[in-house]
T-cell receptor, first 118, second 118 residues
């Protein structure tokens, strides 16, 4: 159980275009989803926290107008990279907390999306 | 500032030998501690967690970790390494509930690449 599906697994786009990444909890409802970004050989950096039905909370230094997050239902959160540039190329990973899950329960991660902007 | 340190970028071990991947943390209060493993171009898989109680925690795939409060460490161990254990390992902490506005996200170390040779 507790499967998080992230789509697409990889995407190549041209500079200036927008890309949408989906994160779905398949067998549980997720009130909170976290979006992370991972640079090569580096750790995961939290970008934002999304709660179903409310605005996302962005970490300091993350441009909310560039990285649009929508958490419209208890099973789906989306991250849209708007007007992508080569420096946005990275590995993006989502994770989810189950509704009603104890606070000390582990997060469930998607398999990530490799974004390459040319 | 809350932080997690993994002092080794890479750990090399011969198959069959014991392995240790080090982690120390600097977090106020009593944090929850986690270990995750990441295979290339994949998301993170949960290995084990420490919440409270016995300092030696057993997890998936034969891994275990020892919590040491006085040394603020949570080293990952396995008695006998396998080639298939080769991957990137992340130590992470979750702040206590509502501490600093935490919604349960994880703070990650920079990761340690484990290489197990036949």
């Amino acid at each position: 159980g507790a499967v998080v599906s992230q789509h697409p697994s990889w995407v190549i786009c041209k500079s200036g275009t927008s890309v949408k990444i989906e994160c779905r909890s398949l067998d549980f409802q997720a009130t909170t989803m976290f979006w992370y970004r991972q640079f090569p050989k580096q750790s995961l950096m939290l970008m934002a926290t999304s709660n179903e039905g409310s605005k996302a909370t962005y970490e300091q230094g993350v441009e909310k107008d560039k990285f649009l997050i929508n958490h419209a239902s208890l099973t789906l959160s989306t991250l849209t990279v708007t007007s992508a540039h080569p420096e946005d190329s990275s590995f993006y990973i989502c994770s989810a907390r189950g509704q009603g899950a104890p606070y000390n329960s582990p997060l469930h991660f998607g398999n990530g999306t490799r974004l390459t902007v040319t | 500032a809350q932080s997690v340190a993994q002092p080794e970028d890479q750990v090399n071990v011969a198959e069959g030998n014991p392995l240790t991947v080090k982690c120390t943390y600097s977090v106020s209060g009593n944090p929850y501690l986690f270990w995750y493993v990441q295979y290339p171009n994949r998301g993170l898989q949960f290995l084990l967690k420490y919440i409270t109680g016995d300092n030696l925690v057993k997890g998936s795939y034969g891994f275990e970790a020892e919590f040491n409060k006085s040394q603020t460490s949570f080293h990952l161990k396995k008695p006998s390494a396998l080639v298939s254990d080769s991957a990137l390992y992340f130590c992470a902490v979750r702040l206590p509930m509502n501490y600093g506005g935490s919604q349960g996200n994880l703070i990650f170390g920079k990761g340690t690449k484990l290489s197990v040779k036949p």
